[in-house]
């Protein structure tokens, strides 16, 4: 006869395969997804990426600008600039879906590099020319800095906004990464990433968890400005626990996630200068109050890549894209290299 004990331990082994493992995609008769209603693309390897265009005509442009989103977000991102601005300078935005984000195809076999060929392939398709710019934002900068490692003769200047940063890679001295609970944070969850996904999904939609719109003001998160920001934009509509339990949505998160936060095959600031002739530049900007990416960490990888120009935003947190003049800014620094006084650095100082 079993004893209460091995059923115990029974039912806790059964645990803790159940979450290894994704729950299975539902099989029950289900609507299906609408239609795309995007321009897409189709990749060599048969997916699709899906594209949004604006500013001037491409064919009128005289800087063609790719656009990379970050975690949760999608094409359908802000990026404000003064109109008369795009007009004057003729500026063409492209944005798109990375993969598994809105109207774009999963990639199962996602990773840094892919990342790099999908824009490369994106701009081929849409005749961008030899070369274009690229910003990438939060998440979207993993792709950014993977252009630079992969396809640096495509590029025509490149800016990285609040750009994540990954804890692996092995120029970061210990002393400076060791205590950072953010550090602590993304160990854990790539943790449960790697070994427990279906665990990892069960815990961030649990009712007993903040609601998404708790967590976007959560001050532990953003700062005052971003906080007030949250009240006029959407938000992060992919990380609701609706949206969360769907596991097409939940897959692409994770996967994105894992590609940006596991180990590389490369280390950023072994880089090399990809405008050695100074015919461009690479860009970082930095909010003094990112609670999200310390701006320590920035302005070490500026130090060991003197071809970076940094600019921090003395008040700004992570959410300095969607500040009032900020993306004009960007613009003009990456564009005609105006730089403002305003962003400069200051002296190193510690934030409470």
């Given at each position: 006869m079993?004893?209460?004990t091995?059923?115990?331990?029974?039912?806790f082994?059964?645990?803790?395969?159940?979450a290894?493992?994704l729950?299975?995609?539902?099989?029950?008769?289900?609507?299906?997804?609408?239609?795309?209603?995007?321009?897409?693309?189709r990749?060599?390897?048969?997916?699709?990426?899906?594209y949004?265009?604006?500013?001037?005509?491409?064919?009128k442009?005289?800087?063609?600008?790719?656009?990379?989103?970050?975690?949760?977000?999608?094409?359908?991102?802000?990026?404000h600039a003064?109109q008369?601005?795009?007009?004057?300078?003729?500026?063409?935005?492209?944005?798109?879906?990375r993969?598994?984000?809105?109207?774009?195809?999963?990639?199962?076999?996602?990773?840094?590099?892919?990342?790099?060929?999908?824009?490369?392939e994106?701009?081929?398709?849409?005749?961008?020319?030899?070369?274009?710019?690229?910003?990438?934002?939060?998440?979207?900068?993993?792709?950014?800095?993977s252009?630079?490692?992969?396809?640096?003769h495509?590029?025509?200047?490149v800016?990285?906004?609040v750009?994540?940063?990954?804890?692996?890679?092995?120029?970061?001295?210990?002393?400076?990464?060791?205590?950072?609970?953010?550090?602590?944070?993304?160990?854990?969850?790539?943790?449960?990433?790697d070994y427990?996904?279906?665990?990892?999904?069960?815990?961030?939609?649990?009712?007993?968890?903040?609601?998404?719109?708790?967590?976007?003001?959560?001050?532990?998160?953003?700062?005052?400005?971003?906080?007030?920001?949250?009240?006029?934009?959407?938000g992060?509509?992919?990380?609701?626990?609706?949206?969360?339990?769907?596991?097409?949505v939940?897959d692409?998160?994770?996967?994105?996630?894992?590609?940006?936060?596991?180990?590389?095959?490369f280390?950023?600031?072994?880089?090399?200068?990809?405008?050695?002739?100074?015919?461009?530049?690479?860009?970082?900007?930095q909010?003094y109050?990112?609670?999200?990416?310390?701006?320590?960490?920035q302005?070490y990888?500026?130090?060991?890549?003197?071809?970076?120009?940094?600019?921090?935003?003395?008040?700004?947190?992570?959410?300095i894209?969607?500040?009032?003049?900020?993306?004009?800014?960007?613009?003009?620094?990456?564009?005609?290299?105006?730089?403002?006084?305003?962003?400069?650095?200051g002296?190193?100082k510690i934030?409470?």
């Amino acid at each position: 006869m079993i004893s209460n004990t091995a059923v115990v331990l029974m039912g806790f082994l059964g645990m803790l395969y159940m979450a290894t493992q994704l729950p299975p995609p539902p099989t029950s008769a289900l609507p299906e997804d609408p239609p795309p209603t995007s321009p897409r693309i189709r990749l060599a390897d048969g997916r699709h990426l899906a594209y949004r265009e604006s500013g001037v005509p491409k064919n009128k442009s005289k800087y063609k600008i790719i656009i990379v989103h970050g975690f949760g977000s999608s094409k359908e991102m802000s990026f404000h600039a003064p109109q008369e601005m795009i007009d004057e300078l003729g500026i063409y935005f492209l944005l798109y879906d990375r993969a598994g984000y809105g109207e774009s195809d999963p990639n199962p076999k996602r990773s840094v590099k892919s990342e790099a060929l999908d824009i490369e392939e994106l701009a081929d398709q849409l005749q961008l020319g030899s070369k274009f710019y690229v910003i990438g934002v939060s998440m979207g900068s993993y792709s950014t800095w993977s252009c630079i490692k992969y396809i640096p003769h495509r590029l025509a200047g490149v800016a990285l906004v609040v750009p994540v940063v990954n804890y692996r890679w092995p120029s970061f001295p210990d002393s400076l990464i060791k205590d950072d609970y953010r550090r602590k944070l993304v160990q854990s969850a790539l943790w449960f990433a790697d070994y427990a996904p279906g665990l990892l999904q069960w815990w961030v939609t649990q009712k007993w968890l903040p609601s998404t719109s708790v967590m976007e003001r959560n001050p532990a998160f953003f700062n005052t400005k971003d906080i007030d920001v949250l009240k006029t934009i959407p938000g992060f509509p992919m990380l609701t626990k609706d949206k969360l339990r769907e596991r097409g949505v939940f897959d692409t998160l994770h996967r994105d996630f894992k590609a940006a936060f596991s180990h590389w095959d490369f280390d950023p600031m072994d880089l090399s200068n990809p405008f050695p002739q100074n015919q461009s530049a690479v860009h970082i900007w930095q909010g003094y109050e990112d609670k999200v990416v310390p701006f320590q960490l920035q302005r070490y990888i500026s130090s060991k890549l003197p071809w970076i120009q940094y600019h921090e935003v003395p008040d700004g947190g992570h959410l300095i894209v969607h500040y009032a003049g900020l993306c004009e800014a960007i613009l003009r620094a990456l564009l005609l290299g105006e730089e403002s006084l305003h962003y400069k650095p200051g002296t190193a100082k510690i934030v409470s």
